[in-house]
């Protein structure tokens, strides 16, 4: 069965560079959901999308933002990066908003250095 | 507020001993609940979910976890662990449109 993709899997950034992460949401699957996992840390909600609206916010930074395209995919842009942005950006994908199972991607490791 | 409280950072085990992992949650709502297990450099996999009906809920590899209401829990069981369960374990609660995971729970096993 097809998964969530994200893209790339690895990126190594220099501070106040800018970053774009990718994410391919499984088909068919409507709402997309970005989290932040720093180094030991548990997974921090950031943003999600709703038929490419976006439907809730949570820790994001006003440095980052993201938006759902017409396919559905998502883009997370990060700019003015800092060390403290290094972590695993963790896309996951639902079908519709309310109580339905997220299926979570690979993630991207994004390395600030 | 909306918050999950897991009460164990680390566990360490040895193979075949039981395992269970404490997971509390506040939210008012409509409960979803999940435990997810990463393991070292993977991302997160769902090892299992409450929606509604039977308290007690099965999952992959063996894991189980109970729903409890009254006490707002929903601890993960496992009768016998094996070295290869050597993972994190992220208790969730489904809010509407997002996920909030409790601080994790690292599970060492001893050969």
């Known amino acids: 069965a097809a998964g969530v993709i994200q893209s790339p899997r690895h990126l190594i950034k220099e501070k106040r560079e800018t970053a774009t992460l990718k994410c391919y949401p499984i088909?068919?699957?409507?709402?997309v959901y970005w989290y932040q996992q720093g180094p030991g840390q548990d997974p921090q909600f950031l943003i999600s999308f709703y038929e490419k609206m976006q439907s809730d916010k949570g820790s994001i930074p006003d440095r980052f933002s993201a938006q759902q395209f017409s396919d559905y995919h998502s883009e997370l842009n990060m700019s003015s990066l800092e060390l403290g942005d290094s972590a695993l950006y963790f896309c996951?994908?639902?079908?519709?908003?309310?109580?339905?199972?997220?299926?979570f991607g690979p993630g991207t490791r994004l390395t600030v250095l | 507020a909306q918050s999950v409280s897991q009460h164990n950072h680390h566990v360490i085990l040895s193979e075949a001993a039981s395992l269970e992992l404490g997971c509390n949650y506040s939210y008012g709502g409509t409960v979803n609940l999940f435990w997810y297990v990463q393991y070292p450099g993977q991302h997160l996999q769902l090892l299992l979910k409450y929606f509604s009906g039977d308290p007690l809920v099965k999952g992959i590899k063996g894991f189980e976890a109970e729903f409890i209401k009254s006490k707002f829990s929903f601890n993960l069981r496992k009768p016998s662990v094996q070295w290869s369960d050597t993972a994190e374990y992220f208790c969730?609660?489904?809010?509407?449109?997002?996920?909030?995971f409790g601080q994790g729970t690292e599970l060492s096993v001893k050969p």
């Open positions: 969730a609660v489904k809010v509407p449109r997002k996920l909030i």
């Open positions: 088909p068919r699957h409507d709402t």
């Open positions: 996951a994908s639902s079908l519709e908003l309310s109580y339905n199972e997220q299926f």
